[in-house]
Structures are given as structure tokens and as C-alpha cells.
């Protein structure tokens, strides 16, 4: 098994929580990057590049460690990309968009290993239940949507409003294992 000490690029609690429950060892150090999307980007290009920055910066600042790991996650509905809401009325309006439909959950994630950077992302459907008033005021007021893409986390009180997925569960927590995985194997080629 692959058990090499990676650098994750961020300080996301989520993201901590998979690394440790696969068993992979790791060091979490942010990042601190400007995410402002740039004119037209699309939900791919912008969570690849972002993921990449991350990499990239963190790879400088420490550049006798391991593989530097980057990712970016993004919630897509009908073309809108919904990063982490502004504030609990951004939370509140980006459950109301999501009630009921269908959406995608998209992470990029790059790896900088020896000056050597490998891209990729990972896309997971969504299907979210009909959500009340009520009960979005609710999942709004426990304060989880806060720091979360799209406003919701599947691994928290958001589950309870999760209907189905098609795809990588962890994509939607914020790191898709298996693709993480993939890259540090070497099996998927560099963009």
C-alpha cells in the first residue's frame, strides 16, 4: 500500500478528517491563496486552478517536503457555481436553489511532487430532497452551512436532506480518495 507523507494545502478540517480516517499521513498547512474566479471560468477550470495555486504555494514555502497536495471544491446548479456562502442568508438561498434538484459536486486536486505537477478533478451528482422553509431556517441556524460549498455538508445534518449520489461520496466531503490515490500511484497523467 501507498502510505508516502503528503502536505495538504489547507487547513480544512474536512479534508483532514478523510486523510486520517484512510490511515494516510499527513502535515495540513494553508495555503492563503486569492480564490476570486477569474471572468468566465467554468466550475472544472476554476476548482483545477485553484487546487493548483494551493499546491504550488505551499510546495514553494516548504520545498524539502514530500508530495504538496491541493484541492477546491464547488457546488454547480444549472451552470451557477456556489462556492462557501457569504453569510446565513447566502446559506439560506443557496439551500432554496438547491431544494429538490438535482446538482454536482466538483473538486479539483494537484499534486506537486518533486518540482513534477499532476491535475485532476472529480464530479459527483447530487440529489437533493424538497426542503420546507422551515427546515432550511433550521439547518441554517445551527451555523453548519457556514464554511461549506453550496451551503450543506453530506457528512453532518445536511445528510438528512441528501435523497441520492451518483459518484464519489468523499468528492463530496471535499477530497476524492480514490483519485487522490490514482495520482499518487502515478496512474493518471499529468494536465
Known amino acids: 500500500m501507498l502510505r508516502e507523507k503528503i502536505v495538504l494545502a489547507?487547513?480544512?478540517?474536512?479534508?483532514?478528517?478523510?486523510?486520517?480516517?484512510?490511515?494516510?499521513e499527513f502535515e495540513a498547512v494553508a495555503a492563503n491563496i486569492d480564490e476570486t474566479r477569474m471572468g468566465s471560468e467554468d466550475a472544472v477550470s476554476y476548482v483545477k486552478r485553484l487546487a493548483q495555486t494551493?499546491?504550488?504555494?505551499v510546495a514553494q514555502r516548504m520545498p524539502t517536503q514530500g508530495p504538496v497536495l491541493g484541492a477546491d471544491t464547488v457546488?454547480?446548479?444549472?451552470?451557477?457555481?456556489?462556492?462557501?456562502?457569504?453569510d446565513d442568508d447566502d446559506a439560506g438561498r443557496m439551500l432554496r436553489r438547491l431544494s429538490g434538484k438535482w446538482h454536482e459536486v466538483?473538486?479539483?486536486i494537484a499534486?506537486?511532487?518533486?518540482?513534477?505537477?499532476?491535475?485532476d478533478h472529480e464530479t459527483t451528482r447530487v440529489r437533493f430532497a424538497e426542503l420546507s422553509a422551515a427546515e432550511i431556517d433550521w439547518y441554517v441556524s445551527t451555523g453548519e452551512p457556514r464554511d461549506k460549498a453550496g451551503a450543506y455538508a453530506i457528512q453532518?445534518?445536511?445528510g438528512l436532506f441528501i435523497e441520492e449520489i451518483e459518484g464519489d461520496?468523499?468528492?463530496?466531503?471535499g477530497l476524492p480518495v480514490r483519485l487522490l490515490y490514482?495520482?499518487?500511484?502515478?496512474?493518471?497523467s499529468n494536465l
Open 54 to 57: 494551493k499546491a504550488e504555494t
Open 156 to 158: 453532518g445534518r445536511g
Open 75 to 86: 457546488v454547480v446548479i444549472d451552470r451557477e457555481i456556489m462556492g462557501q456562502p457569504r
Open 111 to 119: 499534486l506537486v511532487r518533486a518540482a513534477q505537477v499532476s491535475v
Open 106 to 108: 466538483v473538486t479539483g
Open 10 to 24: 489547507s487547513k480544512s478540517p474536512r479534508r483532514a478528517e478523510i486523510l486520517t480516517a484512510v490511515g494516510w
Open 169 to 173: 461520496y468523499f468528492n463530496i466531503v
Open 182 to 188: 490514482e495520482l499518487m500511484s502515478g496512474n493518471v
